[in-house]
């Protein structure tokens, strides 16, 4: 027994000491370098488990323990400030239990009835301290350790809602202010973004960039991170009529000048404290900062005073916190999902774990660019974030722990569900499959668009049914519908149909064989190709194989492009002129999106397919070649003209018939010549190019000579 005990007290220290060390390193990344390791809620719990264990063993507490005292040293590359009253930090309460515990023991000590709370949201930031000396900002330093702070006053004054002289007059002659310095949540992503496009570091958190902010070495630097700051109470304080209570101190505070939370209430009793709680937490996601929770304080000071501190926290207040809303774990693989309309979204799969109050296995990993921003690997140990109804997200990756070996991860080259190409137009973040006739991610979509009014225009052939047949293996693709009269036994025997609704529904299917082009290609869901669109490629075209002609040729005009290493300003010149952008609206965009489709054969497949069951349409007559007076004709416009822009006369051209390119070669029929031509002209005449000025070109457009 006595030897068991000894172990046991060995085992303690042993634990106590681990406890310790631990703490201590992840308060100076914390603190000291702003740049967390672990997630606060894993802090706290080790926090927890070391208080716990000094509580059941108070003969084995040191002074030096991190439960004895508040934060870390100040960092030496600061003037030292002193504080005249130590700036503590609060105790927390992580359950009703815990909060309900608070409540009886401030009750017991100030053997009172009713006491009233000021409730604050506790904001996620760092602690200030603001001495105003006859009413002007004399200084601004950081919490520190509570003892000793960081001399930030160069930074402070920069830092716009802190009022560099107060207002009124009936201010202390010395007054220290206390509150939090923050970042919004919208200033902390465009830091992000900023310190991305600089090649600067990512900030794990609004709190981790309002302290790497403030405690900068150039004020310029502070003055740039748009800092926000609210005032929640008073330090030390030298003459003058103070109010008596926390909720009056704020309102003061408020004349003042200072910023003061809007969303502060006095509750009167314990339900009012979990009232407030439960309605802060119902908006947190949407508040415009960070919170952890909500910090309740006696509102009297008297009895402030009479209730006192511990060492490291006040007796009459308590920040009873949320659960937390970011986790680590570790990320088991990454899968790509496809989405209904074909978009590839990376997931992270993830060792099981509590986030915001619920287990999270998956993680949105968004895109490609932001795998890549991030760097996020299989085996990593990964920073899970899920606020309020939130898809979780994977924040960031703990390098110091990734495994030997990982590899860096690439997007598939083909859809996981279909072996489409996949393909991610230039400036755009998302891949997608190609096969949006073939894929069973897009099956569904596909047919119901393909079946519905203003596409094929297929009656009785709607959302649910479509739903029914995919799922009994009937519709794969819209192929399939013009296949379904020969499960015509199948059918009849569903539940609730019969020989009626089976005639109807294939008799539905036979009518709407016969389609029209600008029908057929909208029903094709190519993205993108909308009714309009789809109605103006087949009035210019006239036909599906000139069209699919067109948008292949788009893609190896593309590459071809692209191997030219041009300058951009050229680059979108030359992709403008392309024959598939002389569409009415047809830009790039769209452009990439038709020959993404026409390039994969599945879909063609498809096509012929449906062309084979019948489904049929007349060609539509443009304007014919032959009629236009410039048909088959090719020019390059050059140099300035001085009667019509570029784009105008390319557009006259266009009228007739021309086809207007960039750049010259022997194919081309005409080079048309304006003001400082450039090297266009010279080229055309070494291949004996004719070269028209600008008159000779207006006689052409213009009919008159
Ligand atoms: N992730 C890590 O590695 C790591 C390391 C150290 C500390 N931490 C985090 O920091 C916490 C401990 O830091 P702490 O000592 O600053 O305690 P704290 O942040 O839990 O509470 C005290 C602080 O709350 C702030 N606060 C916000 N609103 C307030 C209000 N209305 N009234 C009074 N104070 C208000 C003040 O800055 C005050 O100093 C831990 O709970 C942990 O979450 C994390
Ligand atoms: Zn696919």
Redesign the pocket.
Known sequence: MAARSASTGSDVRKRLETLREEIRR??Y???VLDD?????????SL?RELEQLEQAHPDLISSDSPTQR??AKPSSAFAEVRHEQP????G?AFSEQELRDFDRRVHERLDVDQVHYNA????????LSLLYVDGELVRGAT?GDGASGEDVTANVRTVGPIPLRLRGRDWPRRLEVRG?AYMTKKAFIALNEYQTQNGGKQFANPRNAAAGSLRQLDPKITARRKLAF?A??VGLTEGGDLPVTQSAMLARLRDWGFPV?PEIEVVKDLDGCFDYYRRIGERRTALPYDI?GI?F?VDRFDYQQQLGFVS?APRW?I?YKYPPEEATTRLLSIEVQVGRTGALTPVARLEPVQVGGVTVTNATLHNQDEIERKDVRKGDTVIVRRAGDVIPEVLRVIREKRPKGSRRFKMPQTCPECGSEVVRPEGEAVARCSGGLVCPAQRIQALIHFASRRAMDIEGLGDALIEQLVSEDLLKTPADIYRLHEHREQLVERDGWGEKSVANLLSAIEKSKATTLPRFLFALGIPEVGEVTAADLASHFGSLEKIEQAAKDYAGQLAELAGMDLKQAEYHRRLKALELQQVANVGHEIASKLAGFFHESHNLDVIRQLREFGVHWDDIEVADAGDQPLAGQTFVLTGTLASMSRDAAKEKLTALGAKVTGSVSKKTDYVVAGADPGSKRDKAEALGVAVLDEDAFLELVTGKS
Not at 87 to 90: A, K, R
């Open positions: 992840h308060d990344l914390y603190y967390p390791e672990i997630t606060d809620a894993e802090y706290d926090f508040v934060g700036m503590l930090s609060l927390n604050e949201p506790k904001l996620d930031g760092l602690a919490r939090e609210f929640y109470g939370s952890d910090v304080k490291r207040a920040a």
